[in-house]
Structures are given as C-alpha cells and as structure tokens.
C-alpha cells in the first residue's frame, strides 16, 4: 500500500524534555524523507528532510535518523518548547511509474508541550 | 519571496453544485501537486502536473478533473459536490520532478472548502 507508519499519534512532553517520532515505509526505492509541521487550520510547513545517502542530519534542536535497511526514519527534538506544539508529518518521497516523485504523508503526531 | 498562491481561501458550497479551486505555483517551478485534508487527517495525493501534462493521479474521484495552463497555474474542478469532499485543499509546487534532487514541496496556504 501507499501508507507511512507514524506513531505515536500523540504525545505529551514537558517543556525542555525531548520528543521522538517513528515512520515506517514500505518502499525500498524511495529516497527522500521530509518532516512537516502544521499548525491548526494552516499550510504543512517542511523543518527538515534526509535524503537516502546520509544516516544522520541535525538542524539546531531538530534532528532526523533513517534507517534504509528497516525502512525506518525518526524526527528528534530536544529541548522542546510550547511553540512546538503542532501536528508533525513525517512523508516519503514515492516514485510513481510515470517516473515521477510524490510526496506520502504519514497520519500525523499531536505534540503537546506544556510549560 | 513569492510563495505559492491559492484561491479562494474559503469557499461554501450546497451539495451537488461545483466549485474551482485556483493555485498559482512559485515562479519557475513546474510542478504542481494538489492534495485534499480532511479534518485531522492526514494530507491526500491527490493529481500533480510537470510542464503542464499530467504527471500522476491519486485518489481523485472521477467527479474532480484539474489542469495546468501555458501560464503553470493549475485549476482543481469539483462536480457534485458531497458532504464528504469538506477539506482543505492544499496546492504545492516544486521545481522538477525529483524531489531528492530539487529539494522541499513548498505548500500554498490552502483553500477551504465546505459542503452544506
């Protein structure tokens, strides 16, 4: 199928802990794993996205992990703040058989960082 | 710097009328994707363009059609409409077709749409 895995679906930190969210894919091609976060009622805005030939990036208190063989890819925030409240995307970038990339969203994780 | 265009930003409709939706992409990007939200879900593929033609069609149903123009913005049609197609409807665009290479989807800021 198309899905991406994501969990958890909700989660719940205090301000200043760290917060990890999971997907899973399914396509062993895909190549390129971008994170999105969406504040209510607004556009999906991209914090930071890996691209299959690095393990690692880190961008200040944000980073992303992919696991090519378990088809796995985290999102790790440190040092979380209220202002990081919002839904989190992870997606993979999915080629389709006209030879072009599409963008799968995965279900989405509510992060709550209270004060 | 120019971002990506939608109109309208909010739009009410009865059931079984129509409505178009407007995106005007980033200048010099020649893709456009369009992708439906339905409240607390996750956004849907819906249809993308690359220079005007039809790059690829996800789960549209057969009462939208949508096309890019000479100009690249595109227009997403909804017929009959359903309680079900209330969304927020987001347009994107990218510049080429291999994301990897070209980097982020850069969304518009959505149009609304409710069916009454």
Redesign the interface.
Known sequence: GENVEQHPSTLSVQEGDSAVIKCTYSDSAS??F?WYKQEL??????II?I??NVGEKKDQRIAVTLNKTAKHFSLHITETQPEDSAVY?CAE?KA?N???????????TRLLVSP | AAGVIQSPRHLIKEKRETATLKCYPIPRHD?V?WYQQGPG?????LI?F?EKMQ??K?SIPDRFSAQQFSDYHSELNMSSLELGDSA?Y?CASSLG????NT???F????S?LTVL
Not at chain 2, 107 to 110: L, N, P, S
Request: aromatic share 20%.
């Open positions: 190549n390129y971008p009622g607004k556009r999906p805005q991209l996205d691209r299959s995307f970038g389709m006209t030879g072009f990339q599409k963008l799968v969203f995965g279900t989405g | 893709t994707y879900q996750d956004p849907q593929f993308s690359y790059s690829d996800g927020l987001f077709r291999f994301l990897q980097g982020e989807l969304f518009g800021e959505g609304r």
